[in-house]
Structures are given as C-alpha cells and as structure tokens.
C-alpha cells in the first residue's frame, strides 16, 4: 500500500526547509535507499559485482555529499505550527530515525492517535524487514524498543504531557517476527504535572509479542527545542575542562 508522498499515496506538504517544494522527490530517494540497504544484507553478488556496486554507490554518495551545506539543516520542522494528524508527524519530523518518511535508516513506522479511546492511545504501524533483524528471522529487540520510544512520545504529545525519555524498559513475551505487520500501541498512564508514565504492547496477528513502560520528564516546546543548544554547551565545556 503506498504510504504518504510515495507514487500512488497521499500527497502531504511538509513546511521544512530541507524538504518543502521536493516532499515526493526526497521520499522517492529514501525509499530508493531502504531498498539499496535491504539489498545490501542479502544480496550474494560475486566478488567482482560486488566491487563495482560499491564504485557506483560511492559516486552517488560523492554527487550527494556535493549537495549537502556546512551548516546541516534541522532535523525537526517548524514546532509553532499546529498540525492535523498525531503530535508526532512527517511534517515535523521528516527525518525521524523511526518514523521519519525521508531517513532512509527508519523503517518508517506510520503513526495515528486514536482520539475516541480513553485514554487516547498512539499507535504506530510497521513491517520490520532483514535489515532490522536479531534472532533469525524476527525483529532486533532495539528496533522494537526505538519503535515504542516514538509510540510513547506521541502518547505524551497527544496528553499535552510531552518531554524527553527517562526510563524505557521492555518485556520480550514472544518472538516478533519479520515481514509480518507489527502494531505498536501507548497510552499514558499517569501524568503528575512533571512525570508521565505510559505503558504500551507490541502486537502482530493479534498476539501481544512485547509489553514496554516509560517514563518521561515534562517540559514545555521550548524547553525541548533548547535542549540541542544545551548539549552543545555542555559538550563544549567539558573539552574546555579538559
């Protein structure tokens, strides 16, 4: 099923300064990409195919790297607009690692809040292939857990109770396995004012395969938006320390 901004699916403006007015285009090369990384883990290529594949892939990457600024753009799009749709989206978050539909390294999870439960439930949907596996033949249990990450975040957003990770932890209960559809749901659980915690399940052919509970520290949008410039001073200081 074509997903947003893919050759049959939904088209979706994203007001972002690295992808507004190329929304198809840049969501068509990181498609391209995934399929290139999925290649590459299961591919049995002779020795000399092999070499000239690499050749072709490093002169693609040269003609991409041409284009990319000193000064990266910003992962996240403008946070002062409302939108339609879950708090975590693809016009916010195009580059998300896991729900991002423009970073090729994410699978990308699909996200909706299903605003008619009590309490609102985040769910997002999607279809790990070999290129995220652990135990053979089922998903790496760090990509079920960045993947419940994000359902939680959205959890939060949608509670107005938003803020970074602080505990995440996962119950593996049964295997979950590749190329079948994996459902992740989070809801809040609780939400003093400072601290939320929200529970959630994995769930593929109706079977619970991982259960998972975080929590998170409120803070308000531009105390999250400034957290990258604390960081970087707080970086910046310890090397000047030592």
């Known amino acids: 099923m074509a997903h947003i901004n893919q050759p049959g699916g939904p088209f979706q403006a994203i007001d972002h300064p ?4 190329r929304e198809r285009e840049l969501r068509a090369l990181a498609d391209a990409v995934r399929r290139l990384v999925a290649a590459t883990v299961t591919n049995t290529a002779s020795a000399a195919d092999t070499a000239a594949l690499a050749a072709e892939a490093n002169a693609l990457a040269d003609r991409l790297e041409a284009h990319v600024p000193a000064e990266p753009p910003p992962r996240y799009g403008p946070y ?5 749709g879950p708090p975590i989206t693809h016009k916010r978050a195009p580059f998300d690692l896991v729900t991002g539909i423009c970073n090729p390294a994410a699978v990308p999870v699909e996200m909706v809040v299903d605003t008619e439960a009590e309490p609102l439930v985040s769910r997002g949907r999607a279809v790990f292939s070999s290129v995220y596996e652990g135990p053979p033949g089922c998903v790496h249990g760090a990509a079920i857990a960045s993947a ?8 939060c957003s949608a509670s107005n109770a938003a803020g970074p990770t602080m505990m995440l932890s996962v119950q593996f209960r049964k ?8 459902v992740f749901e989070g809801w809040v659980e609780n939400f003093d004012g400072e601290i939320t915690e929200v529970k959630g399940n994995a769930i593929q052919d109706g079977h619970v395969t991982a259960r998972a509970e975080g929590i998170f520290r409120h803070l308000d949008l531009d105390a999250i938006h400034r957290l990258s410039d604390t960081t970087a001073r707080g970086n910046k200081e310890e090397k000047e320390e030592a």
């Open 18 to 21: 690295a992808v507004a007015g």
């Open 148 to 155: 419940f990450d994000m359902v939680f975040t959205s959890a």
């Open 175 to 182: 295997p979950t396995l590749l190329g079948v559809e994996t």
């Open 80 to 84: 002062s607009v409302q939108f339609d």
